[in-house]
């Protein structure tokens, strides 16, 4: 079957590599659609510090299960599926008390572990998550993400009613904004690309402010009528949107960081102890927020379509690369096909 390993930063090989049988209580799945993300462009670049070359790829899929392994009955083939990408241990702290995503010993596939590149990939049936007859193996490859969000959206409590502005409109910023509309929030996303917008306002997210145009209070009090915002997601990892976050939200509100901080941001904790703020951070997901997300894209409460700029076929995998770095802000996600 064919393999995509990167073996070092933006080098990609293909390798013909013997097909794997599904181990008991496995499964094997035959790929469809990988989805690429900021963290595999961070690999491609080089500047992912938790791993390691050669790696390969792919943990946002979409798939259908080619055979079982022995002791699986509740699966069978032609099912259409995706499967959380985490590794855990079971036996740390954060595992025992159920937060096996923030696992002691966690790994990734994709970036501690072998992601998805290859035709047919064995997963334990434990991780595998079931897609609608009529999901486009687009909308499954997006349930990571969102899944993504619907953590992230989480943690910040009950969000109806509540003015929420999302900062960044990115692939992340985006779903985390539709997660927080289905969740019943006033939703307002700023970023600097007028077409991220474009596509927010695409998606149904009409809030929307170019905040290199446009400051932030200005935005927030068109937005909510002069009333304020009680929470914030920061989905930029930058310094300018955690500190803009700090400063302009209402006394005792939440922010998440959602956004990836490259370099260590400096903010005002006088503002945070003054004003009883809390700052709060978000991973990955639990097995309920992959089943949320896949509710909410079924739903329509989660519009995909928008998101999707460009596919590349397996053997260019590469092309796909380099299409994401010269259309920056331009696009927004980037699939490969099988």
Not at 142 to 164: D, I, K, Y
């Amino acid at each position: 079957m064919r393999q995509a390993i990167m073996t070092a930063p933006g080098t990609i090989e293909f390798r013909d590599v013997p097909a794997p049988s599904p181990a008991p209580g496995h499964v094997l799945l035959r790929i469809l659609r990988i989805g690429v993300c900021g963290s595999d462009v961070h690999v491609n670049h080089g500047k992912h510090p938790y791993t390691k070359y050669p790696v390969v790829q792919g943990h946002e899929f979409s798939a259908i299960i080619e055979s079982v392994g022995p002791g699986v009955s509740n699966l069978r083939p032609g099912q259409k599926v995706t499967s959380m990408p985490q590794i855990v241990c079971g036996q740390c702290p954060p595992c025992r008390r159920g937060d096996y995503h923030i696992c002691d010993h966690l790994r990734v596939e994709g970036f501690q572990a072998p992601g998805c590149a290859q035709d047919l990939f064995p997963v334990p049936a434990d991780r595998i998550i079931l897609l609608p007859d009529d999901f486009t193996p687009e909308q499954g490859a997006l349930v990571e993400p969102t899944a993504v969000a619907v953590h992230a959206t989480s943690r910040a409590g009950n969000l109806a009613r509540q003015n929420v502005v999302v900062l960044g409109a990115g692939p992340i910023g985006n779903l985390v904004g539709q997660v927080a509309r289905a969740s019943g929030a006033n939703v307002l996303i700023t970023d600097l690309s007028d077409f991220r917008l474009e596509v927010a306002a695409r998606c149904g997210l009409t809030l929307t402010s170019n905040a290199a145009k446009e400051p932030l209070p200005d935005a927030v009090k068109r937005a909510f009528n002069g009333q304020g915002f009680s929470v914030a997601l920061e989905c930029v990892g930058a310094e300018t949107t955690i500190s803009a976050a700090v400063s302009n939200i209402a006394k005792g509100g939440t922010i998440v960081a959602v956004g990836v901080f490259a370099e260590k941001p400096r903010i005002d904790l006088g503002l945070v102890q003054d004003r009883e703020l809390r700052i709060l951070g978000t991973l990955m997901y639990k097995r309920q927020d992959y089943e949320q997300a896949v509710h909410l894209i079924a739903s329509a409460q989660v519009i995909t379509l928008p998101l999707e700029s460009r596919h590349f076929p397996f053997a260019q995998y590469a092309d796909a690369y380099q299409y994401i770095d010269q259309q920056a802000d331009k696009c927004v996600k980037v699939f490969i096909d099988l």
